[in-house]
């Protein structure tokens, strides 16, 4: 596996629950390889949510175009939160492509 993180930003949300986060003894690197491998790392990856089972939440999905789905992860049941984490996402696709014709919806899941 391939980690590319700002330490910086990681260990702002580790701290946010350092019990769930930091095992005794793991170093930075093991915590997030832990936490990736169950599946548990969306809060790291800036989703909003830790995993794509958490509830109450709102689905994201991110379009180029009319209809062409790029992206689909689960955030934060906040609507106001959740449009700002698609919105980052989205720019990740302008920033690392150009795209100009992103769009986004959210969808409140229960």
């Given at each position: 596996m391939l980690?590319?993180?700002?330490?910086?930003?990681?260990?702002?949300i580790?701290?946010?629950d350092p019990d769930f986060y930091r095992r005794?003894?793991?170093?930075?690197?093991?915590?997030?390889?832990?936490?990736?491998?169950?599946a548990m790392n969306g809060e790291l990856l800036g989703y909003g949510a830790r995993s794509l089972l958490v509830r109450p939440a709102h689905a994201v999905r991110i379009f180029r175009g009319k209809d062409l789905l790029l992206y689909y992860f689960v955030s934060d049941p906040?609507?106001?939160?959740?449009a700002s984490f698609a919105r980052l996402r989205a720019e990740d696709f302008e920033l690392?492509?150009?795209?100009?014709?992103?769009?986004?919806?959210?969808e409140m899941m229960d």
């Open positions: 980690f590319v993180f700002r330490p910086e930003k990681v260990a702002a580790m701290e946010s005794e003894g793991e170093s930075l690197l093991d915590s997030i390889s832990r936490v990736s491998a169950e906040d609507s106001h939160h959740a690392a492509f150009g795209w100009q014709d992103l769009k986004f919806t959210l």
